[in-house]
């Protein structure tokens, strides 16, 4: 069966009747139980009766009973003239089979048979070792035998005394045709009633399952429609708590993500092409002025410089788009070592000190804290990299930069600060977003990008850190990353 509704199905039905099962072979079981301890129960209580009723009387002459219905006894001729009549009274239902036998010293299988009932006729209850075995160890033993007659019986063996202390067996039966017969019965009626309870068990199972697996029919339905093209379907949410609803939840969840991913990657692919596109033009249209006549050694140089300067360009773009590339893969290879943050800054601040002083920039350092971290002095040096080229390139002449580095609890927060033109409110939030640019300051005269914070997050990420950003329109902006720092 491939269709898991069906498995379940299946085993619904096969553990439910299989419990049933069970449940029927213990009640049988117990019933059975119940009926033998209360026939039991029947015979001892009658046991008792005779037994004290045999209390009352002596043999005169105990050692010479000899004949089975010559005793002679003091008083009323109760073994021989009223067994049968006082049992009716106390078997009133049950037809009672009981003889009363001397007690052998020894094993004896067929000891003196003093009385039995009428009910008997020329029959007379079994004595084995077992049962003398057993009443010497305890006052009575029961057992169910099957040679007496052709139905069975249920067979109590008890220790009575008469008046001198003398002991007997008196042993009592009663036949087990009723309780036989009632437990076919209870039988019959767990073998008719089975059938009718799997045909029930299976239509509420197919139906119970069919129920319980129209959610995921719907969202099989559903998810077969959603498609990279359209990812704007969602699954119908689920009033319930349990797997499916949360099954339901999380695909929604998922094609949220892939919706994001997919939107992200046509923007990037749409913004590559653009960003590509502009220096591959340039790259055409010099060669091709360079071309429509002769010039001179000095002009060619030009031209040719112009293409270089292109070139560096889009290499600029293919290895910055190449790094974000390993970074969304994870399939960058990272140093991770300690790495003294304070001084890695300065020694990126000394290589970029020199555009700062071409653009007449102020700069101010703040506190500067001597602080280890573990990381990869690569990426590390990149990231201070960028953030730096970014406030030189986006502060106008005469502005100020300002660092500062410094420990908030368990955290390295690097701080760098201009007096830039600023980022709208509305932009804040794709300032990080690959070929991102405000219009008004990202143009392609700064020569940017747009990969540059991109960059800086990815690695801020791949250090477990965070990097937030603050800005004013015309005030300036201040970008701060924290990293977990080494003691």
Known sequence: MQSVRSQLTCWYIGSISLLVLIFSGIAFVSFHRVLIRNLDLTLYNGGQILGDALSEFTLKNADDVTSLYEPSFEGDEFLVD???????????????????????????PAPLLVAKTETLQEHRLPFGDETYQALGEKTYHTETVTDVFPFPLRVLSVTVYNADSRPYILQLALSLQEVNATLRELF???????????????????VFMKRAFWPVKKIVMLTRKITAEDLSLRLEQIASRDEIGELAETLNEMISRLEHSFNQIQQFSGDVAHELKTPLAELKCNAEVALRRDRTSEEYQEALQDVIEDVERLRHIIEDLLLLAKMDARSLPLNVTPVVLNELFLEVFEQMHSLAQKKKLAVSFGEIDPVTIIGDVGLLRRLITNLLSNAIRYT???????????TEDDHAVLTVADTGVGIPD??????????????????HETGGSGLGLAIAQKIVEVHDGKIDILSEIGKGTTFQVFFKHQV
């Open 188 to 206: 019959t009626i767990f073998g008719l009633l089975f059938p009718a309870l799997l045909i029930i068990l299976s239509v509420l199972g197919a």
């Open 426 to 443: 509305d932009a804040l939030p794709y300032i990080f977003d690959r070929f991102y640019r405000v219009e008004q300051s990202r143009s």
């Open 82 to 108: 009223e067994l049968d009549g006082e049992v009716k009274e106390i078997f009133f239902v049950n037809v009672a089979y009981i003889q009363l036998l001397v007690f052998p010293e020894t094993f004896d």
């Open 396 to 406: 106008p002449s005469g502005g100020t930069l300002t660092f500062a580095l410094h």
